[in-house]
């Protein structure tokens, strides 16, 4: 009957209501909440350490008595007399014992009514609510077998109720309680945060967007940023999302600031990136994500880290990813890392505490290296980025490309890689701190855009299914039977007061397109690694082996802080290769012992205008006399057409005797143009090529060549 008569009440007052979503409280605990009552006394209490928005949250703890014990959160009344439809949300971190019970009630102000638990049917969030009960087992993050761990900011979790069917035309008040269990001691446990409490209320379904974290940097940082924040911003409903908007809030030396920036799409309209900038060593950093869809509903992601100063320095010794597996048999060297044939490759691995060493004490890696056991090639990778991060993730099985920029990872190497037998070692830059207990992703991106030759290389490896995936040349994600052995380099602490490192060569790219007419800026980023502020330091370069002018920086740079300059201009030959070795010396004009970081390598190829490359190719050596037809794949890559005619100029050396043609090249479709040689006698070399002008100015050609040799062979008998 109540019911009833609230919804008579609605009919009349509908008309003057929006169909829009209504807040009904938004409780964010900064000061002692208005109207809510703890019981017993002091059980509940602010906690400025620990919390998802602003500076403050609410902390429940596990009464010490007897079975049964309550401590209780009660709020005020709200009312929900005019809507179908309501939503509570908010944050918490249960760091509650599982035989310990920790449950959210309701009661409606009406005569005679009881308590009752908000059901697991209403529950929309993502963590476990058996029983319509939370406690530590509800997410892994918080570490249910370990009652003594304390939490962090990066513990915090949004829940969702969809309360519709227990508070809607009614008067209700909530509790959160916390219910002593039947274990001894489990009181130890750090107990149950609560902040950002909200209720929404609407004539209309509430339908709070996906707002999921993609990237997490863990409870620590060893480095000062900056930080790309990705995220999941989705719809559930009609309304498309607004722009999401990322809050964070620092704290250095107890002084607080807040700020903001919006987020920006970079997949479709779900997938959203913002960067928060560096900042000093010791800051406390909290972020929420907040997205909205256009008729209100909200919901939001919270997260934290702390920055701290790592140590790194040189390698004083080793731990393995099985290392006995190198002597193991050939069927284990089928591992992969990148592949040196492919024109681009990825990989991505992983590797649990246990099986680096990071299970019972902090590391700091200064080198990796993976070990070829077979394959006797020598080949050059020029552009191979190398990213590291700790995770708590014991399975690698995702099969999709995962960016390692805006997921969380670190570069720790970029340059060139050349292959070899035995173990291909990189010196990280820089190094890279695995906390106690971390598991450790390991992201190849091999982007060099080449294929230095036609032989494979598989790298020895573990048998374990679950912990590499790899992709090369558009093909398809997929999972490979084995994890690459790995060698880490451990590293000694260094503190050096005044240190500067190679941090990236920004421009050029791997390739860069080429104007004879303009040159190239050369950019790069340093960054400090001196406990100092940096106000100067000298920037070498050379250019194809050649030195070129030395750049002097100066500025003042904090610890861990990036500078990015300009050093010098050069003009890139077209279709060619450029080699851009860079180096810093003299931080502070003084001499710096740490040298391992000092230096970077950049491969980077000009190209013209044109797209060009013989589609035929007979190889070094050809047994018959021919007619030779010649196919080339020739596209401009800019908006200006192919200059016609296009001819093949052809050379012939016939007993040092040379003869040349000029054969017209006739488009056979798909960007294709074909000329036949004819007919050469046996011992005749055939050189051919084609040298066209680009729409920027560029002088492109592409030559080849092939002897033709009179064959061998004989007769076939058959025997009786």
């Known amino acids: 009957m109540k019911k009833i008569l609230f ?4 009919l009349v007052f509908v008309g003057t209501i929006e169909a829009q979503i209504v807040t009904i409280a938004d409780v964010n605990f900064e000061s002692t909440p208005s109207g809510w009552i703890i019981t017993p006394t002091n059980y509940w209490t602010a906690n400025t350490d620990l919390y998802a928005g602003g500076q403050t949250s609410y902390h429940g703890f596990v009464p010490i008595g007897n079975q049964g014990d309550t401590v209780i959160l009660t ?17 918490q971190i249960c760091k509650v014992s599982g035989s310990d019970i920790c449950q959210i009630e309701y009661r409606e102000n009406i005569m005679g009514a009881s308590w009752k638990v908000i059901p697991r049917s209403s529950y929309k969030g993502s963590g476990i609510y058996t029983n319509a009960v939370f406690c530590d087992g509800s997410y892994t993050d918080w570490l249910p077998g370990d009652s003594l761990a304390i939490p962090t900011n990066n513990w915090w979790k949004t829940e969702l109720f969809d309360i519709s069917n227990e508070v809607s035309f009614a008067e209700v008040q909530f509790r959160f309680k916390i219910t002593k269990g039947n274990v001894i001691g489990s009181q130890i446990a750090y107990g149950w945060l609560i902040d950002n409490f909200k209720l929404t209320a609407s004539i209309n379904p509430i339908a709070p967007p996906v707002v999921e974290l993609i990237s997490n940097y863990g409870d620590t940082v060893y480095n000062t940023g900056p930080f790309v924040i990705k995220a999941k911003v989705a719809t559930r409903t009609y309304a498309p999302i607004l722009n999401p908007k990322l809050y964070y809030t620092t704290t250095f030396n107890n002084i607080t600031s807040h700020d903001s920036v919006m987020m920006t799409a970079v997949e479709g309209d779900s997938i959203w990136t913002a960067t928060i900038p560096q900042h000093l060593f010791g800051t406390s950093i909290t972020f929420s994500i907040v997205g909205y869809d256009s008729v209100g509903n909200n919901n939001s992601v919270n997260s934290a880290f702390y920055l701290k100063r790592g140590v790194g ?29 492919k024109i681009n490759s990825w990989s991505r691995s992983l590797y649990l505490a246990s099986e680096v060493g990071s299970s019972t004490q902090d590391l700091t890696i200064t080198s990796l290296a993976w070990y070829n056991r077979t394959y006797n090639y020598v080949y050059l990778r020029p552009n191979v980025n190398v990213y590291m991060k700790c995770t708590a993730a014991t399975s ?40 106690i207990g971390s598991n450790l992703m390991i992201y190849f991106e091999d982007s060099s855009g080449i294929v230095p030759g036609t032989s494979i290389i598989y790298w020895a490896g573990h048998l374990d299914n679950t912990r590499t995936v790899y992709q090369y040349d558009g093909s398809s994600v997929t999972q490979s039977s084995m994890a690459p052995l790995m060698r880490f380099g451990l590293g000694v602490i ?8 190679m941090h990236s060569i920004d421009n050029p790219k791997n390739s860069v397109f080429v ?16 406990i100092a502020n940096l106000d100067s330091c000298y920037i070498d370069w050379t250019l194809n082996g050649i030195p070129q ?56 190829y000009g190209m013209s205008g044109l797209d060009m490359y013989f589609v035929t190719s007979y190889g070094d050596t050809v ?10 794949y020739i596209a401009s890559l800019t908006h200006t057409s192919v200059a016609l005619p296009i001819n093949l100029q052809v050379k012939y050396t016939f007993n040092n005797i040379d003869s040349y043609d000029t054969l017209r090249m006739d488009s056979i479709g798909n960007n294709i143009y074909e000329a036949i040689i004819s007919q050469h006698i046996f011992g005749t070399d055939i050189e051919y090529s084609i040298t066209l002008l680009d729409s920027l100015g560029n002088v492109c050609s592409i030559i080849n060549r092939f002897h033709i040799k009179r064959g061998i062979g004989g007769e076939l008998f058959k025997i009786l």
């Open 623 to 632: 047994y018959n006399t021919g007619p030779f037809p010649i196919q080339a």
């Open 494 to 501: 260094v503190n050096d007061t005044n240190s500067v490192a």
């Open 313 to 341: 320095g040189h390698t004083i010794g080793y731990t393995y990813y099985y290392p006995a597996d190198t002597t193991g048999a050939t069927n284990n060297n089928l591992a992969i890392i990148f592949h040196a044939n």
């Open 7 to 10: 919804l008579l009440s609605l």
């Open 396 to 435: 690698n099985t995702n099969l999709t490309h995962e960016i390692p920029s805006i997921s969380g990872a670190t570069l720790v190497y970029s340059g060139p890689v050349t292959t070899s037998l035995s173990w291909n070692e990189i010196k990280l830059l820089p190094a890279f701190n695995v906390p």
């Open 549 to 604: 002018v030395r750049h002097t920086w100066r500025g003042n740079l904090p610890d861990d802080f990036n500078a990015t300059d300009t050093i010098g201009y050069f003009s890139p030959a077209a279709n060619q290769y450029d080699t851009i070795m860079v180096w810093v010396s003299m931080p502070n004009g003084v001499y710096d012992s740490t040298t391992y970081d000092d230096t970077l390598v950049r491969v980077t």
């Open 75 to 91: 709020s005020p009344l709200y009312d929900f007399g005019l809507y179908r439809y309501a939503f509570l949300s908010f944050n």
């Open 515 to 530: 104007n004879p007419s303009a040159q190239i800026p050369v950019v790069v980023t340093i960054k400090n690694k001196g």
